[in-house]
């Protein structure tokens, strides 16, 4: 291999080949995108699919129940036959304008790929999200061996053929966590108790069901882990109850030997490539802030999947990377158009290769009962060479647990004045499934022509 | 087994820094370290300071050696490679009788003879650290204070000792020193038999003797025990915990002063400081205990650690914690640095009550040991074939593009990135396993690499540094460890 940096030129870059990144790419091709290049820092792609070795994948985008792997595979097969190109082993460490020219410039490495400096006129964030950890937690204690987050410990046992442990104490009742237990096992050790800390679990209802009250696994929520015991290896956790505000409650403290503790304690989108490039992110969701087009504040970078906002189901993950995918096709082809040429007889697009919403966008805002909120931003006009979609959908996680509801969303204009866009009502809802809310139509231009939206949820909430 | 000229009892700080500073002479030099790695006790858990040198009582080996270290210490990192920064240090006054404190350390530095020390008023204070609390009045600069990588120093001398032919002896826990009776050389010429605990290839444990000339105490809270094996009963170490918080890269540049609070008589406070890879740290508490082994961190002391970090920094986020750990440091009883020929037991060399500031005096404390065990009757003749630096270790995050295509194109490892936090490549974590005194577990790469030290905290580079291990050290995944033995990571395979 040379010792040179490397060049290349394409015009869709998606960082990336997990189910987010392949959608995104596939959907960038069949948009009307030349070169789409996917680039996956494994030696496969999938991201995380691969070591889903349990089924529930797919029933929403292919009407059956896949494995990981075999939503995977599905994924991967649309892409290659999509012409999509895909770079494996290779790290993207760096994003940015491009300073020699009005796109984008990415700076990767990998064994052989060696350096690759690539020139793309627009690029998509489908870098997925990682787990929280212990330190996040600060749970004190001794430092041995046998601790790991659930996504770890599944990778162990699934792809490298590990045994974690034998008597398994789950803190968290996030879905990889449940998974886990019943996983765990299956494969004959003794899952002595999963613990919430919250007042009602993290992870859809239907993994609680198949995943603990199939296998008689306990599940003690408002409980945590108030210290780590073992000082070599893991021998023990000490637990407690904890009151409202999630603080342990003295005297309630209860002794568990065990030799291995997962971590299913929330997953945290990973956006370093992102916070360096200087984009904007939302404190709520951990991702960036975007508008429907999914774009984010730097011009011509795209987000979608985990990285956007930590999603339950990959079936929406792969919906969601699809209108990121088209968009990135979209604004590439007005990249290529302004740069030919096609577009400078209308005096009203911008010169910049770059095209930009005409004027401030509209913010949808989180109100009451609701956590996150994607997207931030609705546009209020069409841009250079970009038209505006005609659907929006509104996708967002409501903070508690509600009997029946109604999920809302509200245009408020410049003088107060509220109107009601979309409703939907719920016999339950839980922040453990992400709701969505459709925007068409006359409600969409509803929406765009107000001061602000607020997403809501009205009903009775159980803490 | 022909004897030892000197066998160091302890491979952290002290007995690696003094290791490799005998390793220029003829001898032959063996480190009995009870642990699975060099430095692991106090060596890292503490706050990595290169203290000025103001607050040892003026006279004492501490104040002496902390002055004379503050000099040396940056040389022979620069040598050898690790991370050292002179940030300056500040003690921050809140309080009149804090400023009086401060007027008092101001005095005592000078005593001590330390450099360029001067009072800041508040605006000077908040001009140098916008971040630091509104109501601090004042505070002591000391220009020559820095930060540094003590378990980073550890493992480059061990490695420069361990290439200059010392025998390090990894998982030997010293369990009997007995002098030859008389105190008289025996015909091999040695003195002492000393015996160590080990773990047989079964995992049962199993004992091995060693003869030397001189053995060097320098294990740290057991110096005294190891001392009073010898014969030698007149030390007492009492460990005393402090716990830390370290803070995401995101705090790390907060402060960029390593930012103390005035002591006063609710004890030394806590500091904030960067460190030398570019997080915060924040620390410690200080607790007396008996049990010379439990390093465990408790609610009570993280609570206190967060609370008064924010005194002195209050937009201090602490959602950004990355994890927690706590030492022990060494309190002897004389509270000064005892570094002697034991007045009882001739032969045995003693570095013991090495609390703070030992790190920072430790090339001094080093070339103390020596010139003891010279006035003991050591020989010291200087070796022509030796070298006391080492290559400089692949630091692939720290390198620009160009640095990198050239590295990949000579081996490809350099471009596979393992740890995706902190951008270890396979090639660094190879090195770091080869290298002389190398890393044999998953802890002992990541205070080599800093693999696993970033935001996901393992989770990502676990099983792939796993894999990497087991193809270099040709031993099975199931086998591979944390940190030594009763530490195994998994427990064995699926069917």
Same mark, same amino acid.
């Given at each position: ?40 820092r ?38 290659? &036959? ?9 790290m993207?460490l ?15 490495v990998g064994p ?83 613990? &919430? ?24 929520? +408002? ?49 370093e ?85 005409? +004027? ?104 | ?26 001898? +032959? ?54 991370p ?65 990588g003590?378990?980073e120093?550890?493992v ?47 995992? +049962? ?44 890269k ?26 030398v890879d570019g997080n ?42 990355l ?69 400089e270790p692949v630091r692939f995050r720290e390198l620009?593009?160009?640095?990198r295509?050239?590295l990949i194109?000579?081996d490809p490892c350099y471009g596979h990135v393992l740890c995706r936090c902190e951008r270890v490549t396979e090639g660094e974590v190879v090195d770091a396993i080869r290298r002389?005194?190398g890393a044999?577990?998953l802890d002992a790469v990541k205070r080599r690499t800093r693999a696993g030290m970033g935001r996901c905290q393992s989770g990502f580079c676990l099983p792939r540094v796993l894999e990497v291990l087991?193809?270099e ?23």
């Amino acid at each position: 291999m040379s010792a040179a940096v490397h060049e290349r030129f394409v015009d869709v870059a998606v960082i990336g080949g997990g189910p987010a990144g392949l959608s995104a790419a596939t959907n960038a091709r069949r948009a009307g995108a030349a070169r789409v290049l996917v680039v996956e820092r494994d030696v496969r792609v999938g991201g995380i699919l691969p070591q889903c070795i349990h089924a529930g994948f797919g029933l929403h985008e292919f009407g059956t129940d896949l494995t990981g792997p075999e939503y995977a595979d599905r994924w991967t097969a649309a892409a290659a &036959e999509a012409g999509v190109e895909v770079l494996l082993d290779t790290m993207v460490l760096s994003l940015g304008p491009d300073p020699d020219g009005g796109g984008l410039l990415l700076s990767a490495v990998g064994p052989s790929t060696g350096v690759l400096h690539l020139h793309a006129a627009a690029v998509v964030l489908a870098m997925g999200c990682r787990e929280r950890t212990r330190g996040a937690l600060n749970i004190p204690g001794d430092r041995p061996a046998g601790i790991y987050t659930a996504g770890t410990a599944q990778r162990l046992t699934n792809l490298e053929g590990l045994m974690p442990g034998r008597r398994i104490v789950i803190l968290g009742s996030g879905d990889i966590g449940l998974i886990m237990a019943r996983r765990l096992t299956l494969e004959g050790a003794q899952v002595i108790a999963v613990l &919430e800390v919250l007042p009602y679990a993290g992870g859809l209802t239907r993994n609680v069901v198949q995943c603990l009250d199939d296998f008689g696994i306990p599940l003690r929520l +408002s409980t945590t882990v108030v210290r780590i015991q073992g000082r070599e290896h893991l021998e023990g956790v000490v637990t407690a109850r904890v009151d409202a505000d999630r603080r342990p409650i003295p005297g309630t403290e209860l002794e568990i030997p065990c030799d291995t503790l997962l971590l299913s304690v929330g997953l945290i989108p990973e956006n370093e490539l992102s916070r360096d490039a200087g984009i904007p992110l939302d404190p709520a969701t951990g991702g960036a802030v975007v508008d429907e087009t999914l774009e984010t504040a730097l011009p011509g970078v795209f987000a979608c999947g985990n990285a956007l906002h930590v999603h339950d189901l990959v079936d929406y993950v792969s919906e969601e990377a699809a209108a990121a995918g088209k968009s990135a096709a979209l604004h590439a082809r007005a990249v290529s158009d302004a740069a030919s040429g096609a577009l400078r007889a209308d005096p009203a697009s911008a010169p910049a290769a770059a095209p930009v919403a005409s +004027s401030a966008p509209v913010r949808l805002a989180s109100g009451p009962g609701v956590r996150t909120v994607v997207p931030q931003h609705l546009r209020r006009a069409a841009a250079a060479g970009l038209p505006l979609v005609d659907e929006v959908k509104v996708r967002f996680r409501i903070a508690a647990v509600f009997g029946a509801c109604t999920l809302r969303l509200t245009a408020v204009s410049a003088d107060g004045t509220r109107a009601v866009l979309a409703t939907a009502r719920r016999r339950r809802a839980v922040p453990g499934e992400m709701e969505d809310l459709g925007l068409k139509g006359p409600a969409l231009a509803a929406a765009r022509a107000a001061a602000s939206i607020e997403v809501s949820v009205e009903g009775d909430a159980h803490g | 087994m022909n004897p030892f000229d000197v066998l160091i009892v302890g491979g952290g700080i002290i007995g690696a820094v003094t290791a490799r500073a005998l390793s220029e002479y003829d001898l +032959s030099l063996g480190i009995l370290e009870k642990a699975s790695d060099v430095g692991t006790g106090s060596t890292k858990g503490n706050s990595a300071i290169v203290h000025a040198g103001f607050d040892p009582v003026t006279g004492t080996l501490k104040a002496r050696l902390n002055r004379i270290g503050n000099e040396t210490l940056e040389p022979l990192c620069r040598a050898l490679h690790v991370p050292f920064r002179r940030n300056g240090s500040l003690v921050v006054a809140f309080t009149p009788q804090d400023r009086l404190e401060l007027e008092r350390l101001l005095d005592r530095g000078r005593q001590n003879g330390i450099p360029k020390l001067a009072l800041l008023d508040a605006d000077a204070l908040h001009a140098l650290e916008p971040a630091l609390a509104p109501n601090a009045v004042a505070a002591l600069h000391a220009p020559t204070g820095g930060i540094f990588g003590p378990y980073e120093l550890t493992v480059a001398c061990a490695e420069v000792a361990v290439a200059n032919g010392a025998r390090l002896l990894t998982d030997c826990r010293v369990v009997g020193i007995r002098p030859d009776p008389a105190g008289e050389p025996a015909p091999d010429g040695a003195r002492f038999t000393v015996t160590a605990r080990t773990h047989a290839r079964d995992g +049962s444990l199993v004992e091995e003797t060693y003869r030397a000339r001189f053995v060097l105490d320098a294990a740290g809270v057991f110096a005294d025990d190891v001392a009073a094996l010898a014969g030698d009963a007149r030390l007492s170490i009492r460990p005393r915990k402090g716990e830390y918080l370290l803070l995401d890269k995101r705090q790390g540049t907060l402060v960029s002063h390593t930012v103390f609070q005035a002591p006063g008589p609710m004890g030394k406070g806590v500091l904030v400081s960067p460190t030398v890879d570019g997080n915060l740290l924040i620390g410690p508490t200080a607790v007396d205990q008996d049990d010379k082994e439990d390093t465990a961190t408790t609610a009570e002391g993280l609570a206190y650690v967060l609370a008064q970090a924010r005194r002195s920094v209050p937009a201090l986020d602490t959602s950004a914690v990355l994890t927690s750990f706590a030492g022990l440091r060494a309190v002897s009883s004389g509270h000064d640095f005892v570094l002697e020929e034991s007045p009882v037991v001739k032969g045995l060399v003693l570095a013991a009550g090495i609390e703070s500031p030992g790190l920072v005096s430790s090339p001094a404390i080093a070339d103390r040991l020596v010139a003891v065990l010279a006035d003991a009757g050591l020989p010291l003749v200087r070796r022509a074939d030796v070298r006391m630096d080492r290559d400089e270790p692949v630091r692939f995050r720290e390198l620009d593009d160009a640095a990198r295509a050239r590295l990949i194109a000579r081996d490809p490892c350099y471009g596979h990135v393992l740890c995706r936090c902190e951008r270890v490549t396979e090639g660094e974590v190879v090195d770091a396993i080869r290298r002389p005194a190398g890393a044999r577990d998953l802890d002992a790469v990541k205070r080599r690499t800093r693999a696993g030290m970033g935001r996901c905290q393992s989770g990502f580079c676990l099983p792939r540094v796993l894999e990497v291990l087991s193809r270099e050290l040709a031993a099975e995944e199931e086998t591979l460890t944390k940190k030594g033995p009763g530490s195994s990571l998994v427990d064995g395979r699926i069917r």
